[in-house]
């Protein structure tokens, strides 16, 4: 690819669905031997002739990882959800293709592929739409985003669209989803609908909400159920349903 391409792995929303669970931010989640942030780093250093710079944005020094750059945003995260995608503001790309990384997910060698090598020059995100046929989970998530310059003017404005809708209590909160709506035409408090704008991905890649979508991801991972997902306490489970009931209301 000649272009100039900034890969940023954005850390610096609230986590409150994984509450610190086993003591730690959801982005140093160890798998197999590996934090969830080391994974994404390094995944996207393979790709050093086709990305110049790479980002985690982070809200303190703990987000320091080998082979990127610690950006520590001027933006706290709120309740409304974006300011994780507003809060790198000041590291999108204007000289050529910005991608953002979420840093809860755990990517697959052939999504990360997927992404870097995407060629369209669009803005689009790589997500999966629904219920995953592979890791268990039960919802479409989104793993990451992918623009240029000439998206960043209507990307800014559907963020703070969101925000807008948020701060008029249409929305419990903002999210990617949100997002996704407004890029494509709709108001972030239409339902989801796909449409174009969006590369659909379905392996092992996965986002981690909450504890429970990390025990079944590792259930289905190893192959095992409730030998796993039994070690999830009764409490989380119930605490989780009901987070979640209150988030789909609303569209996540």
Request: proline share 2%.
């Given at each position: 690819?000649?272009q100039?391409?900034?890969?940023?792995?954005i850390?610096?929303?609230?986590?409150?669905?994984?509450?610190?669970?086993?003591?730690?931010q959801?982005?140093?989640?160890?798998?197999e031997?590996?934090?969830?942030?080391?994974?994404?780093v390094?995944?996207?250093?393979?790709?050093?002739?086709?990305?110049?710079?790479?980002?985690?944005?982070?809200?303190?020094?703990?987000?320091?990882?080998?082979?990127?750059?610690?950006?520590?945003?001027?933006?706290n995260?709120?309740?409304n959800?974006?300011?994780?995608?507003?809060n790198?503001?000041?590291?999108?790309?204007?000289?050529g293709?910005?991608?953002?990384?979420?840093?809860?997910?755990?990517?697959?060698?052939?999504?990360?592929?997927q992404i870097?090598?995407?060629?369209?020059?669009?803005?689009?995100?790589?997500?999966?739409?629904?219920?995953?046929?592979?890791?268990g989970?039960?919802?479409?998530?989104?793993?990451?985003?992918?623009f240029?310059?000439?998206?960043?003017?209507?990307h800014e404005?559907?963020?703070?669209?969101?925000?807008?809708?948020?701060?008029?209590?249409?929305?419990?909160?903002?999210?990617?989803?949100?997002?996704?709506?407004?890029?494509i035409g709709?108001?972030?408090t239409?339902k989801?609908i796909?449409?174009?704008?969006l590369?659909n991905?379905?392996n092992?890649?996965?986002?981690f909400?909450y504890?429970?979508d990390?025990?079944?991801?590792?259930?289905?991972?190893?192959?095992?159920?409730?030998?796993?997902?039994?070690?999830?306490s009764?409490?989380?489970?119930?605490?989780?349903?009901?987070?979640?009931?209150?988030?789909?209301?609303?569209?996540?």
């Amino acid at each position: 690819m000649n272009q100039i391409t900034h890969a940023i792995i954005i850390c610096a929303g609230k986590g409150l669905g994984w509450n610190n669970h086993l003591g730690i931010q959801k982005h140093f989640i160890k798998i197999e031997d590996e934090k969830l942030i080391d994974r994404t780093v390094r995944l996207i250093n393979k790709y050093k002739n086709e990305v110049d710079k790479v980002f985690v944005v982070g809200l303190n020094n703990n987000y320091k990882i080998e082979g990127s750059t610690l950006f520590i945003p001027k933006i706290n995260p709120v309740e409304n959800g974006v300011d994780k995608y507003l809060n790198s503001k000041e590291l999108w790309n204007k000289q050529g293709r910005t991608l953002i990384f979420l840093g809860d997910v755990w990517f697959s060698e052939e999504t990360m592929k997927q992404i870097i090598q995407y060629d369209k020059k669009e803005w689009v995100i790589f997500a999966r739409k629904g219920k995953s046929k592979v890791n268990g989970c039960m919802h479409g998530e989104i793993f990451a985003q992918s623009f240029y310059p000439k998206d960043i003017p209507e990307h800014e404005k559907n963020l703070l669209k969101i925000v807008e809708a948020y701060q008029q209590k249409l929305i419990s909160k903002g999210s990617g989803w949100h997002h996704y709506r407004c890029m494509i035409g709709l108001e972030p408090t239409d339902k989801q609908i796909f449409k174009d704008k969006l590369f659909n991905i379905d392996n092992f890649t996965d986002d981690f909400d909450y504890p429970l979508d990390y025990y079944t991801w590792l259930a289905h991972r190893n192959k095992k159920n409730w030998f796993i997902i039994q070690k999830f306490s009764i409490l989380h489970v119930l605490h989780f349903i009901k987070k979640k009931l209150n988030y789909r209301k609303y569209g996540n």
